[in-house]
């Protein structure tokens, strides 16, 4: 199993530049979510999804557009890209099977915003 | 949700044992805590994660006292490898859309 895996690893846009963050996983999870961690800030919330075709808003959800159309993926869209958004984009999943609420974590995608 | 708030770092010897303690004053009767590991360059990997008293597993423990207004993590006989930054998490059990991440402590353990 691959996990969580994230496309790309790196980008750099210019202010006002579009661009689409792949999530997927391979452990039939429900949950998904899209964090930014950013520097003494710990990880926060974007988006989430609980299934197929459902997305609900985050901590800091603004500037951001999220889509599930497949269990397995979980895309995060930046419709104009601002400085404010260079961070460092982590996704996650977790299943609804275990008492224990783990999220499994991709390697994450660097963004940075010119 | 409550607010986290943990150290921003702690040093240790290898062999000590570590406590990091995260503070979630205004903690809600459904709320859960997590503990997550993060190396550089890499996402958060799940540690433990307890609702009252101890937790124990294979790598660390989780200690919440009655009031449940704090947790500790602790962490046995540490050695190189544990060199991480720590998170701390409160979610809610009913709406997994409601959690809140620490800020994260920066562990650095030494020869």
């Known amino acids: 199993n691959a996990g969580v895996t994230q496309t790309p690893k790196f980008r750099v846009l210019k202010t006002g530049q579009s661009m689409t963050l792949l999530c997927a996983q391979d452990?039939?999870?429900?949950?998904m979510y899209w964090y930014r961690q950013d520097p003494g800030m710990g990880l926060r919330l974007i988006h989430y999804?609980?299934?197929?075709?459902?997305?609900a808003k985050g901590e800091v959800p603004d500037g951001y557009n999220v889509s599930r159309l497949k269990k397995q993926n979980f895309l995060l869209g930046l419709e104009s890209a601002a400085p404010s958004q260079t961070s460092v984009y982590f996704c996650?999943?977790?299943?609804?099977?275990?008492?224990?609420?783990?999220?499994?974590f991709g390697p994450g995608t660097r963004l940075l915003v010119l | 949700l409550a607010k986290t708030t943990q150290p921003i770092s702690m040093d240790s010897y290898e062999g000590q044992e570590v406590n990091i303690t995260c503070s979630h004053n205004n903690i809600a009767t459904n709320d859960y805590i997590t503990w997550y590991q993060q190396f550089p360059s890499q996402g958060p990997r799940f540690i433990i994660q307890g609702y009252k008293t101890k937790v124990t597993n294979e790598v660390a423990s989780l200690f919440i006292p009655a009031d449940r207004k704090s947790s500790t993590l602790s962490l046995p006989r540490v050695s190189l490898s544990d060199t991480a930054v720590y998170y701390c998490l409160v979610g809610d059990t009913d709406s997994w859309g409601k959690l809140q991440f620490g800020a994260g402590t920066q562990v650095v353990v030494t020869p």
């Open positions: 999804s609980v299934g197929e075709g459902t997305t």
């Open positions: 996650a999943s977790s299943s609804t099977d275990s008492s224990i609420k783990t999220q499994y």
């Open positions: 452990m039939n999870h429900e949950y």
